[in-house]
């Protein structure tokens, strides 16, 4: 299963972009990267699984399409304009008086955001 990371020379693999993303970013805990007490790491795992489930299928049924991945669907490019437009305001609400999601400074979760949308910002 694409993407994997090989760990060790024994074959030791992680698979999946969060996982991945995960593990690397636990290398260097001094970078915050993953929040700087339990509750802050949790927080960031809530965000990168809410991303993947709330951002990124929408994103994909609009991008995938552009990209030439599938073919367009007219009922489902509706439904997951709908639905990422109702993520992008939960964003927004929690955003609104914050410039980071979990704490004040930039954590994993910040990134798979915004790497989870770049794509159809840019291209859809």
């Known amino acids: 299963k694409a ?3 090989e760990i060790t020379p024994k074959g030791g693999v992680i698979f999946a972009s969060a996982a991945i993303a995960r593990y690397l970013a636990g290398i260097r805990r001094d970078t915050g990267l993953l929040g700087s007490s339990f509750q802050e790491r949790a ?3 809530n965000w990168i699984d809410w991303s993947s489930a709330e951002l990124e299928l929408p ?3 609009l991008f995938y399409p552009v990209a030439g991945y599938i073919a ?3 009922e489902a490019t509706t439904k997951a304009r709908a ?3 109702a993520a992008l305001q939960v964003l927004q609400d929690h955003l609104t008086e914050k ?3 979990v704490n004040d400074e930039m954590t994993l979760a910040d990134i798979v955001l915004v790497s989870t949308l770049v794509y159809p910002f840019k291209l859809v």
């Open 59 to 61: 994103a994909c049924v």
């Open 99 to 101: 410039n980071y999601l």
């Open 83 to 85: 639905d990422l437009k």
């Open 72 to 74: 367009v669907d007219a």
């Open 3 to 5: 993407p994997l990371l």
């Open 43 to 45: 927080a960031v795992d």
